[in-house]
């Protein structure tokens, strides 16, 4: 008796054990944030490639990546150089999506009375551009040039292009400079945006021509309309680092895409978001001084 009692318990517990959940698998271990940027982690950006604009609501640096846009940083150079855009305003500023301004006329329809710059959607990548692989999707990579998130063909297609290339394109995550547009591809002049959001959108249909290295909370706290009403912000003066005088210049110091502790951040991120990971989810940091 004792045994079929001692058999019946036995049963019981078994069967309890059986229908008691199991515990879950622990989660991986997600990589701890890097330590602090070593000196061999920043770079230096060329100080005639980056735009100074100081605005009522702060000062925003946007460094300009000419191996993208050869044509639109040129133009940008230029009216910086002449005191163009001194004055302007923000005539157009979508929450979430972008800050627009560069138009003398204030309206959407004005421009310099320079020639209208080619579109510049997308450049051909060497071997010799210095980009950064961020995630390697096998028919694409995704990385960086500089501060400004790319997108390419993977470069192994570059052996059966005739110039050894690949097509490659900026990605619009947030604080991306792009150069408005009409209709025509080739009417980019002087008007620009300033993203506030990611917009994947905007990809190979606007050029992208720089990045937002500082002051993204001046973008972001420039009054939102579709017009703006009045008062609008405006930018008070806008100059290249280089041109300013060296009492007064900044410091301006970027994490390098190509340094260890860049390439640590990378993979702490794509193991953060899984599947979901976007190069948009990847802060370059900058110091100003």
Not at 19 to 29: D, G, L, Q, V, Y
């Amino acid at each position: 008796m004792r045994t079929a009692l001692l058999a019946a318990c036995v049963a019981a517990i078994a069967v309890t054990a059986s229908a008691a959940p199991k515990k879950p698998p622990p989660a991986p271990a997600q990589p701890s944030a890097p330590a602090a940027p070593g000196p061999a982690d920043w770079r230096t950006p060329d100080p005639n490639d980056v735009l100074v604009i100081d605005t009522n609501k702060g000062r925003i640096l946007v460094e300009m990546i000419p191996e993208v846009a050869p044509q639109h940083v040129a133009r940008m150079r230029e009216l910086a150089h002449e005191n163009f855009f001194d004055g302007q305003r923000f005539f157009r500023v979508i929450e979430d999506f972008m800050d627009q301004t560069g138009d003398p006329q204030n309206s959407g329809q004005g421009g310099s009375s320079k020639p209208n710059v080619p579109a510049e959607f997308t450049f051909r990548r060497g071997a010799d551009l210095p980009f950064v692989m961020a995630a390697d999707q096998t028919v694409a990579e995704i990385g960086f040039v500089k501060s400004l998130p790319v997108m390419s063909q993977s470069m192994m297609l570059g052996a059966m292009t005739k110039d050894q290339k690949v097509t490659a394109w900026g990605l619009y995550c947030q604080g991306v400079a792009g150069m408005a547009r009409d209709d025509n591809p080739d009417s980019g002049n002087s008007q620009f945006f300033l993203m506030r959001g990611p917009f994947p959108s905007l990809e190979k249909k606007y050029t992208a021509w720089g990045r937002v290295i500082s002051g993204m909370d001046a973008v972001k706290a420039i009054k939102v309309g579709e017009p703006v009403p009045d008062p609008q912000d405006r930018m008070e003066r806008v100059r290249l680092l280089a041109d300013l005088p060296e009492a007064s210049r900044p410091k301006v110091r970027v994490i390098d895409p190509k340094g260890p502790w860049f390439k640590a951040e990378i993979e702490r991120v794509r193991a953060a978001k899984g599947a979901d990971f976007s190069a948009c989810n990847v802060d370059i940091p900058a110091e100003v001084k």
